[in-house]
């Protein structure tokens, strides 16, 4: 076996909160829902020349591969630039993302063209986040530090997903306090990482307008398969455990990986890496 072989998600429509709840949020399975986004202007409003001429001026923190590498890039931003002119760069290819860009902040009229579907409890639009970048940009695989629930639709381009469940994250050789894996699940390497090949996970291809359901600290690792731009909306961890864990990821776990990459960041990072192997292979 020279790849991971993935399973695929079902596409769902019509459902009510209750059968979502009971199908896929109670059980922390991923599914595509179809409808959730139907609602949306976004959808037929938000092409990139509307942005350029009505937000070109937004001034944005913009990222790139080196974004979650030891060192001084670690976690850091690449550049700052006006939303227009990053806009023109990705069309051009430039490998440049955008994490989490709250653009409501400076357009709250924006908010307007999102509906929250009543699918789901505790969706609110104070957590409304865009996600951007170029045609073949990989997003490393990693997992959502706040363990939320996520809501995916693209608005602009078509997207790959290739996600596995936090059962997964031996398998997956996760950084000890950290969110991430440096496994390369598309080219995996099993000579040195032997227990992925035992990985089970899911591939998605995700068009515009259809939401991909990212169950609670579930891994992720995402292609551009075109230039362009989603929202993700946030729904609370519906267990107590879950909600606690999100905190400690917070306000413990990350802030002591910043603190050691500060200090000895190729040590902490060496250190990372073969404490992940030992709980791999154990």
């Known amino acids: 076996m020279s790849q991971i072989e993935y399973l695929s998600v079902p596409k769902v429509s019509g459902l009510s909160r209750q059968e979502f709840n009971q199908q896929f949020m109670e059980k922390n399975l991923p599914c595509i829902v179809t409808d959730f986004a139907k609602d949306w202007s976004a959808l037929g409003k938000w092409n990139p020349e509307y942005f350029k001429k009505s937000y070109g001026q937004n001034i944005v923190k913009v990222y790139d591969s080196t974004f979650s590498q030891a060192g001084a890039t670690y976690m850091g ?4 630039m006006g939303f227009g002119e990053y806009l023109d760069r990705i069309a051009q290819g430039e490998d440049l ?8 902040s400076d357009a709250p009229e924006l908010k307007n063209d999102i509906t929250l579907p009543s699918l789901v409890k505790g969706l609110s639009k104070r957590f409304l986040f865009m996600f951007v970048g170029p045609k073949g940009a990989i997003t490393q695989i990693h997992y959502d530090i706040d363990m939320s629930h996520v809501f995916h639709t693209p608005i602009e381009g078509r997207k790959r997903f290739v996600i596995f469940s936090p059962q997964q994250s031996k398998k997956l050789y996760r950084h000890p306090f950290t969110v991430r894996s440096y496994v390369d699940v598309d080219h995996p390497d099993f000579v040195k ?5 035992d990985a089970q996970g899911y591939e998605i291809y995700l068009n515009p307008g259809e939401t991909l359901f990212i169950p609670a600290g579930y891994w992720h690792h995402i292609e551009y398969l075109d230039a362009g731009y989603a929202i993700s909306l946030r729904a609370p961890n519906h267990s107590l455990r879950g909600k606690i864990k999100g905190v400690y990821n917070l306000l413990v776990m990350q802030i002591i990986d910043r603190v050691f990459n500060k200090l000895i960041p190729s040590a902490w990072f060496h250190w990372k890496s073969i404490r992940a192997d030992k709980l791999a292979n154990a």
């Open 97 to 104: 993302r955008m994490f989490l860009y709250n653009i409501f």
């Open 193 to 197: 990482y032997p227990a992925l090949k």
């Open 77 to 80: 931003s690449k550049a700052i």
